[in-house]
């Protein structure tokens, strides 16, 4: 009885390939196909919003200049990018520090410790939402920046890469430094800080992102106007104009673009960061 084959032909495997090509292509078709229609409705006019062509008949760049003059969304767009780049710094510099002391500093309880900031992966905010804006309405900090950006800056999330990534440095080049005379500080900013480049490159365009789309919480803490980011500002858009979805989508595309932006300039600091989430 002979025994099957452990080798494919090339037209087997061909046909494989073809397969998986046409899998990627419809999956790849389904994720920018919502891009498309967004940009695609954002240059329509009112009456032809909901018009199942994907080209416009007169396409017209009346929804951007609208969005941009009769609504303050150059404002929410800069407190979107003042909240963004400072949750952004001040997190790294924080989140590098726990991540450190976690991944080589020996103290007791240090494993609990760690264990207590991972399990809070685990709780979503609408879960503690609540009990988080009465403790800021008790310290007076609604409808203000720091309401917005303090409870934002500590995410369990930075300090499990971090700390990760930091188990994976050579021991020996602490060791080096300390016999230099170097302190817990020094090391961390001299040796440590230098070598986390990468990891923190990737962590500044993850939080940035995640910070600029943020919308459930600015939204709890800020009814004031003036403190508004912009994806509080698009769901104003939708509650004061419920029909102007052409207004809503200009509105979108142009929050869009910083983001796909940065994704295609740093995709590969993103790709990195999966990378090294990783135990080694």
Known sequence: MSKPSLYFSNSQVTAVRL???TVAAILALMTVFPLLWMVSIAFKGAQESFSP??????????NFVYVLTEVP???????????????????LFFHSMAGYALARLRFPGRELIFLAIFSTLL????????PLFIIVRAM????????IIIPSIFNAFGI???????LSLPREIEEAAVMDGAGYWRIYWSVILPLSKPILSALAILFFLANWNAFLWPLTVASD??????QVGIANFKSEYSAAW????????IVAIPTLVLFLVFQRQIMDSIKTSGLK
């Open 246 to 253: 052409n207004y809503m989508l200009a509105a979108s595309t």
């Open 73 to 91: 969304f150059i404002r929410y767009m800069l407190n979107s990018l003042f909240v963004s780049v400072t949750v952004t710094v001040v997190a």
């Open 53 to 62: 062509a994907l080209l416009p008949s007169a396409p017209t760049w009346s």
């Open 160 to 166: 499990f890469l971090l700390r990760q990534y930091y």
């Open 140 to 147: 007076g900090m609604l409808n203000t920046y720091g309401g």
């Open 19 to 21: 397969i998986w090509m």
């Open 225 to 230: 106007q003036k403190f508004w980011v912009v």
């Open 123 to 130: 709780v979503s905010l609408p879960v503690v939402i609540v």
